[in-house]
């Protein structure tokens, strides 16, 4: 029962003769050694279930230690202390964390911890009670579970005499098994079945027997509960969304379902929308926040220009005209190089803006956080289009997985003008924010649209991601699922928060290791986009090479 209220699914924990001395897990069974004692033995299970649901056995990153066991202990020992770190509220007194690991380096997520292990830092040994990590049959067993293309389905309790392809919003998710797993009327009164509710309480707090989600606010609190309803509910009800913005068709996405280590495949429908304009601005008072001079360094493609006197490469048909006026008896060019210089914008960029019910909530400077990123997002698009960079801007909010919104407020096609300033400024903030199928989104439109060899997506966001179905912990693993797939094709991912008071572990949670960083007020920013830019674009050269 503890293993699986730390690892947030069904598992069972065995003996495993074979393997004295190291406990692993498949995903299903945690096996423990059979010569320890029982502390011992608390602490391996501790340790593997801490790398379940920390996302650190992912099938992506498991792949490549395969015959390479030296990485393999280094990523175990730098993945095993953040995920323990992570856990360390939920876990027994009597497991010191930070004394068996001080000689192990801080990571920020699983691919964070892959990268350091692929570097030449040094790591320190994992103890004894971390375990070991067995590539292949964690693979193994996610094939069997997950590798097909039903794998990311939900089955439905009761079969219906036709197929289902895909259950209803309204229908249970598989999440509520677990969450209710241990209410049982056998054990659910004892002690222990109580301490297990509360704990998944802090987790899903469902009232009045709805849909997770359906009445909950969108924000938690630093306790771990929910904050004031007053500052954060969603305003904004289907009926009210589909009114003002009309029915779609959709493009559906797949969406990372942490518990099951599979994809969810066709799960999420986004659908982009027209947003009515309600506002009359004017680019004229764009301004202060100082972003132009570090943003125009940025972004500078190359361009080959030949016959230069100097340069990277050779000017074959240059050189071989001076051999041929050498030989003649003339006197040769010298101009017989071709040099790079970086003279031309080579950039396409995504603002994505979080438009969810969350960001309406008042900061200390009195502002809300939608003003303050809502202006963040209107300089940057401006300082991009004029210094030559490819821009769009796309608004996202949610309503359950079947009606994730984007609105495009400037498309990469479109000039900037007071049309797209009174579109941007006519956004109300409101529902909820399913951030890993936005972020699929905008990662296809700029690979689809963005005509440049360099794409950056930047997310404007509280990094608060929630919605039916979609909670926090559950969440992070999507967003940060979805923005290593974007790296992974090459697209820097940048996440910056203006004016939001979201701990900063918290954003550290659900962003990984993809550049990210809170700004308490727009002013700030300029001292900062351009390193934030650059550690993006280089991160996505570094992951697309490891892929």
């Not at 570090?294 to 240059?318: K, S, V």
């Not at 699929?440 to 919605?467: N, Q």
């Amino acid at each position: 029962m503890m293993a699986s209220a730390l690892a947030g699914r069904t598992l069972e924990v065995k003996y495993d003769e074979a393997r004295v001395g190291a406990a692993w897990t498949d995903g299903k069974i945690v096996y423990v050694t059979s010569d320890g004692d029982l502390k011992c033995q608390l602490r391996q299970v501790c340790s593997q279930c801490a790398l379940l649901a920390s996302g650190s056995l992912d099938r992506d990153i498991i792949k490549h230690f395969i015959r390479k066991p030296k990485l393999l202990d280094r990523y175990l020992a730098l993945e095993s202390k953040r995920a323990l770190k992570e856990l360390s509220h939920l876990l027994p007194p009597s497991y010191p964390v930070e004394e068996y690991s001080r000689s192990i380096p801080d990571s920020e997520s699983s691919y964070n911890s892959l990268e350091i292990a692929l570097s030449k830092a040094d790591i320190g040994l994992a103890p004894a009670s971390f375990g070991t990590i067995c590539p292949r049959e964690i693979l193994a067993a996610v094939a069997q579970e997950g590798g097909s293309a039903s794998a990311g389905k939900h089955t439905p309790r009761s079969q219906q005499s036709e197929p289902m392809k895909e259950l209803s919003d309204e229908a249970n998710d598989h999440e509520d098994d677990h969450a209710h797993e241990f209410s049982s009327p056998v054990g659910g009164g004892g002690g222990i079945g109580k301490l297990l509710q509360k704990m998944f309480k802090m987790v899903r707090d469902v009232k009045g027997g709805g849909s997770p989600g359906a009445d909950a606010p969108t924000h938690w609190s630093r306790t771990g509960s929910r904050a004031g309803a007053k500052a954060v509910r969603s305003s904004a009800q289907p009926e009210t969304i589909e009114d003002a913005f009309g029915k779609h068709a959709g493009i559906h996405y797949p969406e990372w379902d942490t518990h099951r280590q599979c994809y969810r495949l066709d799960w999420c429908t986004v659908q982009e929308i027209d947003t009515p304009i309600e506002s009359h601005a004017d680019v004229e008072w764009l301004g202060g926040i100082g972003l132009r001079k570090p943003i125009t360094r940025l972004g500078m493609g190359l361009d080959r220009f030949h016959r230069q006197i100097q340069g990277d490469d050779i000017d074959l048909d240059a050189a071989i005209e001076s051999w041929v006026e050498q030989a003649a008896g003339s006197a040769p060019d010298e101009y017989c190089y071709v040099e790079s210089q970086r003279n031309r914008r080579d950039l396409s960029v995504l603002v994505l803006l979080d438009i969810s019910g969350s960001v309406s909530q008042a900061s200390t400077s009195g502002r809300s956080v939608h003003e303050q990123q809502r202006s963040v997002g209107a300089e940057l698009i401006t300082v991009l289009y004029e210094v030559g960079d490819r821009v769009a801007l796309y608004a996202f909010h949610s309503q359950g997985r079947g009606a994730v919104h984007l609105a495009p407020v400037k498309r990469f096609e479109d000039n900037l003008d007071s049309q797209v300033m009174n579109r941007l400024y006519s956004l109300k903030p409101g529902a909820y924010s399913r951030l890993g199928a936005a972020i699929r989104h905008g990662t296809t439109e700029l690979i689809d649209h963005g005509g440049t060899t360099r794409k950056l997506l930047l997310v404007l966001s509280d990094g608060l991601a929630y919605d039916h179905g979609y909670e926090p912990a559950y969440a992070a693993a999507d967003v940060r699922k979805a923005l290593g797939e974007a790296r992974r094709d090459g697209v820097g991912c940048l996440c910056v928060s203006v004016g939001a008071d979201t701990e900063t572990e918290t954003l550290r949670r659900v962003f990984g290791s993809a550049a990210h960083a809170t700004i308490p007020h727009p002013n700030q920013l300029g001292r900062e986009i351009g390193r934030l830019f650059r550690s993006a674009l280089q991160s996505a050269e570094s992951q697309r090479r490891i892929a």
